[in-house]
């Protein structure tokens, strides 16, 4: 394989919790006043660390989101998953194949800990996720479509840009792994291939991944 670490992004490539997040989003949005559908908020938001929810809203309304916004949307949607939230269909069996091959990887989300953690545990994806290789948007300041999560990843990881591997199934996502020099393969099972314009290789589902890799 020509990649010594894999980067995986979080929402809607480990787990499922695009649909249950962004149909809380739009729900709330649309409740403070800000009329927004679930395809809206996928279309806008899929991928989108907290900070461009509140930057996008203010640009298009001029008003700003309330400052509880984040507590009550993180609460609700910690509750969607508690109630709802599984694995992406074949997740655990790649990170489960890259564990005994031996092949570095780690997690950059544009979530928060708190998020990817719960979801992993929920999930039971916490088993393949020591501490040390799950980095959020919260430990480099800028979010999704900025290369600085997957730069920041990798140098803890201590592999250079241009030998790693991410994979993303969001147009933000995308855009920052390109930024960041990096490989990037599109995961189209929610986003169409078209959204994900600049990757490196698409795959649809999880089981085709090693394949795509060249593993």
């Given at each position: 394989?020509?990649?010594?670490?894999?980067?995986?992004?979080?929402?809607g490539?480990l787990v499922?919790s695009e649909?249950?997040?962004?149909?809380i989003?739009?729900?709330?949005?649309?409740?403070l006043g800000h009329?927004?559908?679930?395809?809206?908020?996928?279309?806008d938001?899929?991928?989108s660390?907290?900070?461009?929810?509140?930057?996008?809203?203010?640009?298009?309304?001029?008003?700003?989101?309330?400052?509880e916004?984040?507590q009550?949307?993180?609460?609700?949607?910690?509750?969607?998953?508690?109630?709802e939230?599984?694995?992406?269909?074949?997740?655990a069996e790649v990170?489960k194949?890259?564990a005994?091959?031996g092949?570095?990887?780690c997690v950059?989300?544009?979530?928060?800990h708190?998020r990817?953690?719960?979801?992993h545990?929920?999930?039971?994806?916490?088993?393949?996720f020591r501490?040390?290789?799950v980095f959020?948007?919260?430990d480099?300041?800028?979010g999704k479509p900025?290369p600085?999560?997957?730069l920041?990843?990798?140098?803890r990881?201590g592999?250079p840009?241009?030998?790693?591997?991410v994979v993303?199934?969001s147009?933000?996502?995308?855009?920052?792994?390109?930024?960041?020099?990096?490989?990037?393969?599109?995961?189209?099972?929610?986003?169409?291939?078209?959204?994900?314009a600049?990757?490196?290789?698409?795959?649809?589902?999880?089981d085709?991944?090693?394949?795509t890799l060249?593993?």
């Amino acid at each position: 394989m020509g990649y010594d670490l894999i980067i995986f992004d979080n929402d809607g490539v480990l787990v499922d919790s695009e649909p249950i997040s962004n149909t809380i989003l739009a729900g709330y949005l649309t409740e403070l006043g800000h009329p927004t559908t679930y395809e809206e908020s996928i279309r806008d938001f899929m991928g989108s660390a907290m900070h461009r929810i509140h930057e996008l809203v203010e640009e298009r309304s001029g008003r700003r989101l309330p400052a509880e916004f984040d507590q009550v949307f993180n609460r609700r949607v910690f509750d969607g998953f508690q109630r709802e939230l599984e694995p992406v269909a074949g997740a655990a069996e790649v990170l489960k194949g890259l564990a005994e091959a031996g092949v570095p990887y780690c997690v950059a989300s544009s979530g928060s800990h708190e998020r990817i953690r719960i979801g992993h545990r929920k999930t039971g994806l916490d088993v393949w996720f020591r501490d040390g290789i799950v980095f959020s948007s919260e430990d480099v300041g800028r979010g999704k479509p900025s290369p600085d999560l997957f730069l920041h990843a990798a140098a803890r990881m201590g592999v250079p840009p241009e030998r790693c591997a991410v994979v993303e199934d969001s147009a933000l996502g995308v855009q920052a792994a390109v930024a960041a020099g990096m490989d990037v393969y599109g995961y189209t099972a929610m986003m169409p291939r078209e959204r994900l314009a600049g990757a490196t290789g698409y795959f649809g589902a999880m089981d085709e991944l090693p394949a795509t890799l060249g593993m």
